[in-house]
Nanobody, 119 residues
């Protein structure tokens, strides 16, 4: 059994910052790609950023230069540092990870954490 647990969401004013964390736990052999997706009301879930096991990253154009993804392999944790937040960043943010367990490799999702950017 594998769990992804997000933390760090909340209410912030435009221009502010938040740091999201997502910790994976369970019967983990290794973690390949980790990432963050978001879903705003009435919209489809979209990719925010991903980071591979070699720390190469892929960041959506809409957040490039404002958001930074990183990971701590020893803690099985991925982070999303969000700066210069805008109202359009308001969404539920979901952690995602491609994890190898016994006997297979699967994609797992966290339950999500709400980020609200408003004055």
């Amino acid at each position: 059994q594998v769990q992804l647990v997000e933390s760090g969401g909340g209410l912030v004013q435009p221009g502010g910052s938040l740091r999201l964390s997502c910790a994976a736990s369970g019967s983990i052999i290794s973690i390949n790609r980790m990432g963050w997706y978001r879903q705003a009301p009435g919209k489809e879930r979209e990719l925010v950023a991903t980071i591979s096991s070699d720390s190469s990253t892929n960041v959506a154009d809409s957040v490039k230069g404002r958001f930074t993804i990183s990971r701590d392999n020893a803690k099985n944790t991925v982070y999303l540092q969000m700066n210069s937040l805008k109202p359009e960043d308001t969404a539920v943010y979901y952690c995602n990870a491609l994890i190898r367990t016994i006997p297979s490799m699967n994609t797992y999702w966290g339950r999500g954490t709400q980020v609200t950017v408003s004055s």
